[in-house]
């Protein structure tokens, strides 16, 4: 007769120490809020043009250091998506290899992400350094292949580079001195 009333017992006390582990429970309203914004990252996206492939960045550090290695430690690619077949390679940041959504560059060039005003964009083609203060601006350069309203600074990029500033028909008339003095300051320029 003890035996039929173990299986009983046992449940009893199994049931009793899975109650007591139980832990606190947290209301909704009593949980603790976000301690910052998240970053959207939208500011600024550079591009570079190189043996056949489009290279995208949304930090400044890892475009730099791509400018100065030739390669990316972290990137996703997509083979033949960009324009005329192009293999499309995101730089990728130590803290955005791991995700699968969420990246900057990536969701900019999508079109699931709007630039942050203002912009700062810079792409490298052939030779020449092209300077945006808008993505979209930046995004029809990489379609056309050429900035249509424009002012030209030959020779005056940090090894010597023709620098191309994308104009707009607001400002097509004038000297963009803001661009360029925003230019010589993300590249350390006097």
């Known amino acids: 007769m003890k035996l039929t009333f173990l299986p009983v017992v046992t449940s009893l006390v199994a049931l009793t120490l899975l109650t007591a582990c139980g832990g606190e429970m947290v209301k909704k309203d009593e949980a603790k809020p976000m301690a910052e914004a998240v970053s959207l990252n939208n500011e600024d996206l550079y ?6 492939r489009i290279y995208i960045f949304d930090d400044r550090a890892v475009y730099e250091e791509f400018l100065q290695v030739g390669e990316t430690s972290y990137r996703k690619v997509r083979i033949g998506a960009g324009p005329k077949g192009k293999t499309i390679v995101f730089g990728l940041t130590n803290a955005d290899k791991k ?17 942050a005003t203002p912009f700062y964009g810079e792409m490298r083609i052939d030779g020449r350094i092209y300077v945006f203060g808008s993505l979209q601006e930046m995004n029809s350069a990489r379609i056309v292949g050429e900035v249509p309203l424009r002012y030209t600074d030959i020779g005056s990029g940090p090894k010597g580079e023709t620098v191309v500033y994308a104009l707009n028909s607001s400002n097509k008339k004038v000297k963009p001195e803001a661009m360029i003095a925003l230019f010589h300051k993300m590249n350390d320029m006097k």
Do not use: C, N, T
Request: hydrophobic share 40%.
């Open 47 to 52: 591009e570079v043009h190189h043996d056949g």
């Open 99 to 115: 995700k699968m959504s969420g990246i900057a560059s990536v969701d900019m060039y999508d079109g699931a992400l709007d630039a």
